[in-house]
Structure formats: C-alpha cells, structure tokens
C-alpha cells in the first residue's frame, strides 16, 4: 500500500537558518503531494501541493519539488522564523481521493530566537 | 468564510458509552472525510464519503465505528461501547469533487477521552 516516510524531530533550528525536512513516498501510479501544518493549538492547514512529476509547489516562503525519480518531496525554507515553529505533515493522494490522504508521521519543527 | 466545523471540540466519556462525533463541511464540498490523530498511530484515514455514499469502510478500526451523512452536508461518526485505546482527536476534512489533485480541507477536530 502506500505509504510516507519523514524525519520526525524534534528539529530545532536558530532563527534565519536554512530548513530542509526530507520527504519519500510509496504508491502507485502518479499521486499527488501536500505539505500540511499544524500550529501550536491549531487544526491542519494546507501549506502548499504538487500534483504531477516536476512541479514546484510554493507558499509563506516555503518550497518543495516533486521527484518522481527518487519518489521525494522534499520541503525547504531559506530562512526560517520563529512562527514557523510547528509540526509539519507530508502526505499523498493516490486514489481520486477515495481513500483519503496517506500521511507522514509529523516533523516536530522547532525555531528559536 | 465559513471553514468545517467539528462539534464537540471536546469529549470526556466513560469506557463503555456511545459517543457522536459531528461534522459540517464548506458548503459546496461534496467530498468527506474522517481521520484520527493519536500519539502512537499518527493520522490514519478512516472514511471517505462522496456526497452521501461511502464506498469503502474498511479503513473504520472495528465494528463499533460507524458513519452516515445525509443531505450531502453533515456527517456523524458514531462509536460505540467506547474502549481506551479510541481515546485521540478525531478530525474531518472536506474537498471539491474527491478527486485526487484538490486539497482537502480540515477541522479542528474533537479531543475525544476515554476514562
């Protein structure tokens, strides 16, 4: 079946460092990516997609690239802030949405001033 | 505008009762899902219903869950002769159409504990 594989953390960083949180991913045929967050006492919240092999899905300054050829999705922010403090969800889509996104397991992100 | 709304955000009951858990999606979504979040087992997807129909209940954990929604719009998740281990948040999201590139969009889900 399908299924997501990332980093769980905690990782704290200092603020204004580079972040990249590793992403890969199992399924068949072409599913399409999401990044979600979820900030302290909030719900899920999509943070940006990519729907077919290439595209760069973008937003709040983060950035990830769908790879077919080494099936990752990688996020990554040049500089990141204290209120990026969250955990971090990759997941997929592989069944016309039938059966529901497959998710990571979290990526606890810590940011300190 | 209006995102979806989950009721109660909050629930304590005692081994053995019956809980409701209700959702309201965006209106025009026609897309429903359920999943739970808990410690151990990460966000697992439970059911997926197109307008009122749920293909597919396998992914329910046992036979003490169950799920209806009428109308196109809200949906209750029905679990009963609660046990711990159902202790988690349960959280719903809704989409356009359940097709595969539109992203889903979420509550803040229901803590639910179990004494």
């Known amino acids: 079946g399908d299924s997501v594989t990332q980093m769980e953390g905690p990782v704290t960083l200092s603020e204004e460092a580079f972040l990249t949180i590793n992403c890969t991913y199992t399924a068949t045929g072409y599913p399409s990516l999401f990044w979600y967050v979820q900030y302290p006492g909030e719900g899920l919240q999509l943070l940006l997609k990519a729907t077919k092999a290439d595209d760069k899905g973008s937003n709040k300054g983060f950035e990830a690239t769908y790879r077919k050829e080494t099936t990752s999705f990688h996020l990554e922010k040049g500089s990141v802030q204290v209120s990026d403090s969250a955990v971090y969800f990759c997941a997929l889509s592989s069944g016309g949405g039938a059966d529901g996104l497959t998710f990571g397991k979290g990526t606890h992100l810590i940011i300190q001033p | 505008g209006a995102g979806v709304s989950q009721s109660p955000s909050n629930k304590v009951t005692e081994k053995g009762k019956d809980v409701e858990l209700r959702c309201d999606p965006i209106?025009?979504?026609?897309?429903l899902y359920w999943y739970r979040q808990s410690l151990g087992q990460g966000l697992e997807f439970l059911i997926y219903?197109?307008?009122?129909?749920?293909?597919?209940k396998s992914g329910l954990p046992s036979d003490r869950f169950s799920a209806e929604r009428t109308g196109g719009s809200v949906s209750t998740l029905t679990i009963q002769r609660t046990q711990q281990e159902d202790s988690a948040v349960y959280l719903c999201?809704?989409?356009?159409?359940?097709?595969?590139?539109?992203?889903?969009?979420f509550g803040d889900g229901t803590r639910l504990s179990i004494l």
């Open positions: 999201a809704s989409s356009y159409g359940g097709v595969t590139n539109q992203p889903q969009h």
């Open positions: 219903f197109q307008g009122n129909s749920a293909p597919d």
């Open positions: 209106s025009g979504h026609t897309a």
